[in-house]
């Protein structure tokens, strides 16, 4: 009996996407494959003939680029939409460009397309979307979101670890040791700053540069960096893993979530640019280096501040006494790209509208155009809590340090560094692990207000730690509205929701039950070290700060590996990472009866 039409579209339907789900597989396993081999030959001296190896692996992976390619371009192009008309015109430019050397003979003013680096940054660039493709794709069937940002994490820290034990990625005679390559792999791609090692000595420019790109993604967050691949090239739009993006990035609606990411991108690489320029601008011709160091050095400073990272390329950190006197606007440089990147870039985006907006109200009607409508509450609520509270820690933190360690850690500095470095170590608990000073000159009452700080933390969505802002002012207006006995919580005349304050009240409770936890683990495991060190160091830690009593390089192993999970859940979130492994409820329709409990 002859089948149906039916049945044989259903069929034939199943069939293609069976056929298509192992082209994917296929290429994704060319991907893996690609990248391993770019990584091998970046990292280690080759053989001529493991060299010729390489060569035909990456030959290979073109030759299937390029069919999946031309495939796709064929049997999809109606999918082709106006936004990704341009993006597919240049990959096919790129794929062709580094193929033509198996197709003609080129002239010689064409010779930097048979240049391997060329070659070698192209198939990258495709292993990368290819590997950010099925990331979305892993997204779209309904993924726990907390469970998938937590193994990125994992994932980019294993990597990271890889790399850095890389022969080029050390000085030669260096021998780095796992435990202390997944350490500073955890506290790059944790934005925290720790490090049992000064990476300066330890690190080539290579090493240090992979340490830049780990802090970088970091940073911006894994999956703002796969999410913006996917969708910008590939165009990865499903329900769910918008939804679930829009989440991750802050965006108010789904249709503005690719915007989002690009102005997040566009914000942070022009932030880190300007800041670059800054501080070469602050240190050129003073610290005996060539034009290329010196760009290095400033790029690498400005991805570690905006980051809020804390890493340095300086012997002895950013307080070399070589370094301490002279170079104020470098640290007021560092300082500003500290606080922009703690503010957070729902904060930033809504900066864009506010400018975006008075540019148009004041250009639009010099062209004979109207007025435009006028916004209310333009400023958002987040907005001006974290603006506000940032300005008020900030004064308060450099005030009360200025003055407890005038003639403390700060009496060998003349009058205008003493405020230059009160600002700076008032800014750099905030979440940056930088420190102009040795932080175990301080007085105890001054480490408090550190500890407290690094807690507190920056903005929501941003790239600082600690509990946040948002969270820390919600719970203080929580208290005064029960002190008032007021049965709702207002800021600036906006009442806030019940599930903002019980977030709030979950977040610092988890917070607070970690930092004990993990405090007294490290006190059985550390017995000899000062126990204030020690506290000092898992709130750094968990805060994903970087500061340090000068603990870190006396830990042993195990406690090196402990401090490295108080990061990770740090940056990851103690709460995020219980929701990975727990299965999420539904609301129910039936409601138990109300009921007080005696609290006090």
């Given at each position: 009996?002859?089948?149906?039409?039916?049945?044989?579209?259903?069929?034939?339907?199943?069939?293609?996407?069976?056929?298509?789900?192992?082209?994917?597989?296929?290429?994704?396993?060319?991907?893996?494959?690609?990248?391993?081999?770019i990584i091998i030959d970046y990292g280690f001296e080759l053989q001529p003939k493991e060299d010729a190896l390489l060569k035909q692996i990456y030959n290979f992976s073109w030759w299937i680029y390029i069919v999946s390619y031309v495939g796709s371009f064929i049997f999809q192009w109606k999918k082709i939409t106006k936004k990704k008309v341009i993006p597919t015109i240049l990959w096919g430019i790129l794929l062709v460009?580094?193929?033509?050397?198996?197709?003609?003979?080129?002239?010689?003013?064409?010779?930097?397309?048979?240049?391997?680096?060329?070659?070698?940054?192209?198939?990258?660039?495709?292993?990368?979307?290819?590997?950010?493709?099925?990331?979305?794709?892993?997204?779209?069937?309904?993924?726990?979101?907390?469970?998938?940002?937590?193994?990125?994490?994992?994932?980019?820290?294993?990597?990271?670890?890889?790399?850095?034990?890389?022969?080029?990625?050390?000085?030669?005679?260096?021998?780095?040791?796992?435990?202390?390559?997944?350490?500073?792999?955890?506290?790059?791609?944790?934005?925290?700053?720790?490090?049992?090692?000064?990476?300066?000595?330890?690190?080539?420019?290579?090493?240090?540069?992979?340490?830049?790109?780990?802090?970088?993604?970091?940073?911006?967050?894994?999956?703002?960096?796969?999410?913006?691949?996917?969708?910008?090239?590939?165009?990865?739009?499903?329900?769910?893993?918008?939804?679930?993006?829009?989440?991750?990035?802050?965006?108010?609606?789904?249709?503005?979530?690719?915007?989002?990411?690009?102005?997040?991108?566009?914000?942070?690489?022009?932030?880190?640019?300007?800041?670059?320029?800054?501080?070469?601008?602050?240190?050129?011709?003073?610290?005996?280096?060539?034009?290329?160091?010196?760009?290095?050095?400033?790029?690498?400073?400005?991805?570690?501040?905006?980051?809020?990272?804390?890493?340095?390329?300086?012997?002895?950190?950013?307080?070399?006494?070589?370094?301490?006197?002279?170079?104020?606007?470098?640290?007021?440089?560092?300082?500003?790209?500290?606080?922009?990147?703690?503010?957070?870039?729902?904060?930033?985006?809504?900066?864009?509208?506010?400018?975006?907006?008075?540019?148009?109200?004041?250009?639009?009607?010099?062209?004979?155009?109207?007025?435009?409508?006028?916004?209310?509450?333009?400023?958002?609520?987040?907005?001006?809590?974290?603006?506000?509270?940032?300005?008020?820690?900030?004064?308060?933190?450099?005030?009360?340090?200025?003055?407890?360690?005038?003639?403390?850690?700060?009496?060998?500095?003349?009058?205008?560094?003493?405020?230059?470095?009160?600002?700076?170590?008032?800014?750099?608990?905030?979440?940056?692990?930088?420190?102009?000073?040795?932080?175990?000159?301080?007085?105890?009452?001054?480490?408090?207000?550190?500890?407290?700080?690094?807690?507190?933390?920056?903005?929501?969505?941003?790239?600082?730690?600690?509990?946040?802002?948002?969270?820390?002012?919600?719970?203080?207006?929580?208290?005064?509205?029960?002190?008032?006995?007021?049965?709702?919580?207002v800021l600036f005349n906006r009442e806030l929701s019940e599930n903002s304050i019980r977030r709030a009240s979950a977040v610092i409770i988890s917070s607070i039950f970690c930092i004990l936890f993990f405090f007294i683990l490290l006190m059985i495991l550390e017995p000899n070290l000062p126990h204030k060190g020690l506290l000092f160091e898992t709130v750094s830690a968990f805060s994903t700060v970087g500061s340090s009593l000068n603990i870190t390089p006396q830990l042993g192993n195990l406690s090196k590996l402990l401090v490295a999970l108080i990061m990770f859940i740090g940056r990851v979130g103690f709460i995020t990472l219980l929701m990975s492994f727990v299965?999420?409820?539904?609301?129910?329709?039936?409601?138990?009866?109300?009921?007080?409990?005696?609290?006090?």
């Open positions: 009996m002859e089948k149906s039409p039916t049945k044989q579209h259903a069929y034939a339907t199943s069939l293609s996407k069976t056929i298509a789900k192992w082209v994917q597989l296929a290429i994704f396993i060319v991907a893996v494959i690609t990248t391993t081999a460009s580094i193929g033509l050397e198996h197709i003609v003979v080129l002239p010689p003013s064409f010779d930097w397309l048979n240049h391997q680096l060329f070659e070698i940054g192209v198939l990258g660039m495709f292993s990368i979307l290819e590997i950010s493709r099925s990331v979305i794709g892993f997204i779209n069937k309904q993924t726990n979101p907390s469970l998938l940002m937590a193994t990125a994490f994992a994932i980019i820290i294993s990597v990271g670890t890889l790399l850095l034990l890389l022969p080029r990625s050390t000085q030669e005679g260096v021998s780095l040791s796992i435990i202390d390559s997944l350490f500073i792999s955890t506290s790059a791609v944790c934005i925290t700053g720790l490090t049992p090692i000064d990476i300066a000595q330890v690190f080539t420019v290579e090493g240090q540069f992979i340490i830049a790109m780990l802090v970088q993604i970091g940073g911006l967050g894994v999956m703002t960096i796969t999410s913006f691949f996917a969708l910008f090239f590939m165009g990865g739009s499903g329900l769910y893993n918008q939804f679930a993006l829009r989440d991750l990035v802050g965006s108010d609606t789904l249709s503005s979530l690719l915007s989002t990411l690009l102005y997040i991108l566009t914000f942070t690489f022009v932030i880190e640019g300007i800041g670059a320029l800054l501080i070469w601008l602050s240190i050129h011709g003073t610290m005996d280096m060539t034009l290329r160091q010196e760009i290095f050095f400033s790029c690498f400073h400005s991805i570690s501040a905006f980051c809020n990272a804390g890493f340095s390329t300086i012997p002895g950190h950013v307080g070399n006494p070589a370094f301490m006197q002279g170079h104020n606007f470098f640290f007021l440089t560092i300082s500003l790209l500290i606080v922009l990147g703690g503010l957070g870039f729902p904060i930033l985006m809504n900066f864009k509208r506010i400018v975006f907006y008075h540019l148009k109200s004041w250009i639009q009607p010099l062209f004979g155009r109207k007025q435009v409508n006028k916004v209310s509450h333009l400023t958002q609520l987040n907005t001006r809590i974290v603006l506000t509270t940032t300005a008020t820690l900030l004064i308060i933190a450099t005030l009360l340090i200025a003055i407890l360690e005038w003639n403390g850690a700060l009496k060998e500095l003349p009058f205008i560094d003493k405020i230059v470095h009160s600002i700076f170590n008032a800014v750099a608990p905030r979440s940056s692990g930088f420190s102009s000073v040795d932080l175990a000159h301080f007085s105890f009452i001054t480490i408090l207000i550190y500890m407290v700080l690094m807690w507190i933390g920056g903005g929501s969505q941003s790239t600082a730690g600690g509990i946040k802002i948002n969270t820390f002012v919600v719970s203080i207006a929580s208290f005064i509205s029960v002190v008032k006995g007021r049965n709702n919580v299965k999420l409820e539904n609301n129910p329709k039936l409601r138990f009866p109300k009921d007080n409990i005696i609290i006090n």
